[in-house]
């Protein structure tokens, strides 16, 4: 679990909610006010953002803010 704007991979699915994500793996879905990156590609619609891929990371500062701006 967590809050803020850091995430905890754990084993193959990841799953992001509001401002933290809980992730578990290779896969990953982002739901709330930013993406966690699955690869580099994302759809956001609006305030909410989902992103499936592969990656294992949380968005950068710079990927924040411009999700922030939409």
Request: charged letters at 10%; aromatic letters at 10%.
């Amino acid at each position: 679990m967590v809050i803020g704007y850091r995430s905890l991979v754990i084993g193959h699915w990841a799953w992001g909610m509001g401002h933290g994500a809980w992730g578990m793996g290779h896969w990953a879905l982002g739901i709330g006010h930013w993406s966690l990156v699955i690869g580099h590609r994302s759809l956001v619609i609006g305030h909410w953002s989902l992103v499936i891929g592969q990656a294992e990371r949380s968005p950068s500062n710079q990927e924040l803010r411009l999700l922030q701006q939409r």
